[in-house]
């Protein structure tokens, strides 16, 4: 079975510091990792899938299936960044998403 | 991406009622996933559910207490039985992109029961 772990609950930074969100993934066969998003009173959204490998928002993430890690790092927060982080794992033929706890968080002026 | 109405958006409800939750996506998909996000706590998926076949549930949802009706490529509704104040959370359905670019998830049904 798949799990996902974030060991953070609760991350405060200061603007322009560097952030990283850690993400651990287990599962024995290719998962598909992605980063969502809830900003404050909005709905659940996607921030990144690994596949694309893009930068969103200034936001990248890189899988590293040696440690089984897919951390999401951004090198200047902004105050706008302030929200609540899930990563996320898709595996199987059902295609359902495993979610980790999530990690709030905050980013100070 | 896929746009889902999701509805209602809230409800406040006593115990022992029924309450059922509509999806409604833009476009036709094959899957359409029901998750609960209890108070402080992450998403868990409920079902999965496919057009035309009985959903398909996890571990510690029942189809009794959680009936999922899936009747077109484009819409589903999950119902909480027979509620308690243990049911009171967001339920949220979500589908994945045609295009294959991740998951789109409703507004969600913020649910009191009291």
């Known amino acids: 079975a798949q799990r996902v772990t974030q060991p953070e609950k609760l991350l405060s930074v200061f603007k322009g510091a560097p952030v990283e969100l850690k993400c651990n993934y287990s599962?024995?066969?290719?998962?598909?990792l992605f980063w969502y998003v809830q900003y404050s009173r909005q709905r659940l959204q996607l921030l990144l899938r690994h596949i694309s490998r893009e930068s969103i928002k200034g936001f990248t993430a890189d899988l590293n299936k040696g440690e089984t890690s897919f951390h999401l790092k951004k090198p200047f927060a902004q105050e706008e960044d302030s929200a609540m982080y899930y990563c996320?794992?898709?595996?199987?033929?059902?295609?359902?998403?495993?979610f980790g706890s999530g990690t709030q968080l905050t980013v100070l002026p | 991406s896929a746009v889902i109405s999701q509805k209602p958006s809230r409800d406040i409800c006593q115990r022992g009622t029924s309450l059922t939750i509509q999806c409604q996506v833009d476009?036709?998909?094959?899957?359409m996933f029901w998750y609960r996000q209890q108070p402080g706590q992450s998403l868990t998926l409920i079902a999965t559910?496919?057009?035309?076949?009985?959903?398909?549930?996890e571990s510690g949802f029942v189809i009794d207490k959680f009936p999922i009706s899936r009747p077109n490529l484009t819409f589903s509704t999950l119902t909480v039985s027979n509620m308690s104040p243990e049911d009171s959370s967001i339920y949220l359905c979500s589908v994945e992109d045609l295009m294959g670019e991740g998951y789109t998830f409703g507004s969600g049904t913020r649910l009191t029961v009291v």
């Open positions: 996320a794992l898709s595996a199987g033929s059902a295609r359902q998403l495993t």
């Open positions: 559910a496919n057009q035309g076949s009985e959903a398909t549930y």
């Open positions: 476009s036709q998909v094959t899957m």
């Open positions: 599962y024995s066969g290719s998962p598909e």
